[in-house]
């Protein structure tokens, strides 16, 4: 297999209850403030297809599109598992060139029960992608 195979190559693949994914999307919400956790009460109820994640050295794919942290336009900073009480978090952070601006993006995604040991060797394997000699940056607080 050769180097650009391997960067595709899905590291983690994980399926969550709808329970788990309710308590991240609760858990998201609240972290933004009341008005979308208000907005999320009503949306969640619809929540009919069954979740899931891929992610692989370049990106993270959800049902909806993937989203590139490692590539074009993109460098990798920074791999942590978050404690938020009742689910862990695997935080991605990112930094992002547009034109002339260059911005910090994280990107949360819930670690399911039982997935914990599989989220470290990620954030090992991921982190050992990030150059050597970039400082660990921390994020500016999103508005």
């Known amino acids: ?16 209850t709808r329970e ?11 972290k933004r403030g009341v008005l ?5 009460l009503v949306t969640t109820l619809r929540l009919r ?11 993270v794919m959800t049902a909806t599109m993937p989203e590139l942290f490692n590539g074009l336009y993109r460098e990798l900073k920074r791999v942590d598992i978050k404690d938020a009480g009742s689910l862990n978090i ?26 914990l040991r599989e989220a470290i060797r990620l954030q090992q394997d991921l982190s050992s992608i990030i150059p050597y000699w970039l400082p660990q940056v921390q994020p ?3 508005p």
């Open 36 to 40: 979308p956790f208000l907005i999320h």
């Open 20 to 30: 788990e994914w309710r308590v991240f999307l609760r858990w998201r919400k609240l």
């Open 90 to 115: 695997l935080e991605i952070v990112y930094e992002k060139t547009e034109e002339k601006n260059t911005l910090f993006t994280e990107i949360h995604i819930p670690v399911p029960k039982g997935k």
């Open 140 to 142: 500016h607080p999103l």
């Open 1 to 16: 297999m050769n180097e650009e195979q391997e960067g595709r190559e899905v590291l983690v693949h994980w399926i969550y």
């Open 49 to 59: 297809n069954i979740p899931e994640i891929r992610i692989t050295h370049y990106n």
